[in-house]
T-cell receptor, first 118, second 120 residues
């Protein structure tokens, strides 16, 4: 079974621009989560989508947004880029099981998108 | 608020030595899940183990073993007979499981990671 795929792998943008990152989950996985990894802040949770709805959200400004499509693929968008947005953005997918699909499942991560903001 | 502490920033060992990576967590939830991930230089986080708060049995998988102690809020990871290929950053993570209709799901709180260097 193919793993989580993320495109593009590398991106270079300038301040003020916007960017869209894409994530394709493992086949059959219904939950997609996004994380930001920086040397200073470490790994931080951005948001999670399940059944095309945002189910959880981390403490990031509104410039960070996302969506999930009916095939579970997800995109995240960052508008008005700032230098501090330079990071590795990781996407993870999980089955989503348990009562009301709440049980935290094992998340399987993609290779990430390395975003550099100049 | 949840918190995961990995006090060891970097550990260097010689191949074949045993090494233990420490993880201490804080949570007010009675039900929670703990994870370990490995991040090699390629950047992808590789899942190693998942353990729920009701299962305090230690686990061994090949050269890897995990010691979960609820009384001390610790979930330590030991690599026996380390190898150069074990060199990576290891992250401990905590996920809550709130029992209400809204929320739940997947939201991992990660520690800051431990860089393990295994040298010949």
């Amino acid at each position: 079974k193919a793993g989580v795929t993320q495109t593009p792998r590398y991106l270079i943008k300038t301040r003020g621009q916007q960017v869209t990152l894409s994530c394709s989950p493992i086949s059959g996985h219904r939950s997609v989560s996004w994380y930001q990894q920086t040397p200073g802040q470490g790994l931080q949770f951005l948001f999670e989508y399940f059944s095309e709805t945002q189910r959880n959200k981390g403490n990031f400004p509104g410039r960070f947004s996302g969506r999930q499509f009916s095939n579970s693929r997800s995109e995240m968008n960052v508008s008005t880029l700032e230098l501090g947005d330079s990071a590795l953005y990781l996407c993870a997918s999980s089955l989503a099981t348990g009562e009301n699909f709440q049980t935290p499942d094992t998340q399987y991560f993609g290779p990430g998108t390395r975003l550099t903001v100049l | 608020a949840q918190k995961v502490t990995q006090a060891q920033t970097e550990i260097s060992v010689v191949e074949k030595e045993d090494v233990t990576l420490d993880c201490v967590y804080e949570t007010r939830d009675t039900t929670y899940y703990l994870f370990w991930y490995k991040q090699p230089p390629s950047g992808e986080l590789v899942f190693l183990i998942r353990r729920n708060s009701f299962d305090e049995q230690n686990e061994i998988s090949g050269r890897y073993s995990w010691n979960f102690q609820k009384s001390t809020s610790s979930f330590n990871f030991t690599i026996t007979a380390s190898q150069v290929v074990d060199s990576a950053v290891y992250f401990c993570a905590l996920s809550e499981n709130p029992m209400y209709p809204i929320g739940g799901g997947n939201k991992l709180t990660f520690g800051t990671g431990t860089q393990l260097k295994v040298e010949l």
